[in-house]
């Protein structure tokens, strides 16, 4: 079975450039989740979405990102325009099953942003 | 909001010394999780603790989850290099998976 796929796996971009990074989840998961990993700093949540509905987005920094799973299978995050704090590693997870709490996350290796 | 601490941030040790790290939520966990990333990699899953006061063994991991379910550790008997990387516990709250502030570990052989 496919683990949880992220791309790119790296990206280097200027400032005010735009980005979006692309999520497939493992088929079948329900919940799929966003993170991120700046330099040094902890893993931040910033999104959950069920399906297709966003369940919670308080991580979200600010307006500058924008998530998306259409039709409820991969999800694309969008960064724009992409500002130098923005850098770090945005991690994709998925977890199996709708409104339980406590399953296990399965984790994508990444995608490690550079914003210069 | 909630907010999920770990100390100490960075441990170095000898190979064959043991390593704690721990793990304090600002509010009360249904569960958590432990998970470790190498350097350069992704965080991989580790293991979940549900109970009160439960305490798992890995070999030589053990895992425990305070009887108040706001605060854990995990524990490393005998390191060996391969145990290298961050160690994140992550708490669950409100449907919400909160990744505590991680220790690196460091083993020196």
């Known amino acids: 079975e496919a683990g949880v796929t992220q791309f790119p796996s790296h990206s280097v971009i200027e400032k005010g450039q735009t980005v979006t990074l692309r999520c497939d989840p493992i088929?079948?998961?329900?919940?799929l989740y966003w993170y991120r990993r700046v330099m040094g700093k902890e893993i931040k949540f910033l999104l959950h979405?069920?399906?297709?509905?966003?369940?919670?987005e308080s991580g979200m920094p600010n307006n500058r990102f924008l998530a998306e799973r259409t039709g409820g299978t991969y999800s694309t995050l969008k960064v724009q325009p992409a500002e130098l704090e923005d850098s770090g590693v945005y991690f994709c997870?998925?977890?199996?099953?709708?409104?339980?709490?406590?399953?296990?996350?399965?984790f994508g290796e990444g995608s490690w942003l550079t914003v210069v | 909001g909630q907010q999920v601490m770990q100390i100490p941030q960075y441990q170095h040790v000898q190979e064959g010394e043991d390593f704690t790290t721990y793990c304090n939520s600002s509010t009360t966990l249904s569960n958590i999780q432990w998970y470790k990333q190498r350097p350069g990699g992704h965080p991989v899953f580790l293991i979940q603790l549900v109970k009160s006061g439960e305490v798992k063994k890995q070999k030589r991991l053990t895992f425990q989850f305070g009887e108040a379910k706001k605060n854990s550790s995990l524990h490393i008997t005998a390191t060996q290099t391969t145990d290298v990387g961050t160690y994140f516990c992550a708490g669950t709250a409100t449907n919400k998976l909160i990744f505590g502030t991680g220790t690196r570990l460091q083993v020196f052989p």
């Open positions: 997870a998925s977890s199996p099953f709708r409104g339980r709490t406590g399953n296990t996350i399965y």
């Open positions: 979405f069920v399906k297709e509905s966003k369940q919670d």
């Open positions: 088929s079948g998961h329900d919940n």
